[in-house]
């Protein structure tokens, strides 16, 4: 496996970003990833898990991270293989599904966290309620934002858009991806952040096979393991909660799922707002609020 690893001058004096760095390494088979993470306020044991998605990073939650530690909990925002600070395997074919779950439980079984509320959108969601469903004593709430657990029974038009155009576009563009999917107007120290990881075309297989990899399809692996993953999500009955952008064409008739199905859903606030795809760009504050509502 060729791993690339993104200088550390690429994320010096990023706006609004300064949390300390801590890095993991990852198992995988012979090889040895490093996974970075945000940990803030380590001492606390009230923990509050951030996984973000596709391209993003750890970035997308620099707003969100100060007002949950100020509040008194432990928050460990990770940065996904192929993302962010952590390494990224230059072959399409080093990333799956099935690695994915396994590299970011990794970390947390190192950090041995519990009593983990878990905040996901996007790759968050597939990845964080896997890792939640195959642990669930572990969790005492859940905030899903733009997210889902797919079980191969089709996409919608805006996740098919977004599908073919991670697959053409010559210059894929991470900060301007994400400054189109937010509502919220980023400047271009903002956008320049969520292109550091990336220094040339050769450190983004991640962000291209991504959207490849959502199980979309019965051909799709896992699959199986998504439909049996719901089994035990019905059953979840920790405060959940469905918080999901308006103005997200990919997920926004995805949040039903999760209302109606999860038991902790019940006789929630649940709620749509002004966002976009990346709704931690919108609505920070709204989403710190939620988190620790239900903590």
Excluded: C
């Excluded at 690695?99 to 996007?122: G, K, P």
Aim: charged share 25%.
């Amino acid at each position: 496996m060729k791993i690339l690893r993104t200088p550390e001058s690429r994320f010096e004096n990023l706006k609004d970003y300064n949390f300390e760095p801590h890095y993991f390494d990852v198992q995988h088979e012979s090889e040895v990833l490093k996974m970075h993470y945000v940990d803030e306020n380590p001492s606390s044991n009230e923990v509050v898990l951030l996984l973000h998605g596709e391209p993003s990073w750890s970035y997308l939650y620099r707003h969100i991270i100060p007002i949950l530690a100020q509040a008194g909990k432990r928050v460990i925002a990770p940065d996904l293989i192929g993302f962010g600070r952590s390494d990224k395997p230059v072959e399409r074919s080093d990333y799956s599904y099935a690695n994915h779950i396994n590299w970011t439980t990794q970390l947390v079984e190192h950090l041995n966290l519990s009593n983990m509320i878990l905040f996901a959108q996007d790759w968050g969601g597939l990845i964080g309620l896997r890792i939640l469903t195959a642990n669930p004593e572990k969790f005492s709430g859940l905030v899903v934002s733009n997210s889902g657990l797919p079980v191969g029974i089709g996409a919608t038009e805006g996740f098919n858009q977004w599908l073919n155009f991670s697959q053409t576009v010559e210059d894929f563009d991470s900060g301007k991806i994400v400054y189109q999917g937010s509502m919220k107007k980023l400047d271009e120290a903002e956008i320049a952040a969520y292109n550091a990881p990336f220094p040339d075309e050769s450190f983004k297989a991640g962000p291209r096979v991504f959207p490849t990899l959502v199980p979309i399809t019965n051909e799709h692996p896992q699959v199986q393991e998504n439909i049996e993953a719901w089994e035990v999500l019905k059953k979840f009955d920790k405060p959940t909660i469905a918080i999901f952008g308006e103005y997200d064409f990919s997920f926004r008739e995805q949040d039903k799922y999760i209302i109606e199905k999860i038991a902790g859903a019940k006789g929630m606030n649940h709620r749509r707002i002004e966002a976009g795809h990346f709704s931690q760009e919108n609505q920070p504050e709204l989403i710190a609020e939620t988190i620790l509502s239900i903590s």
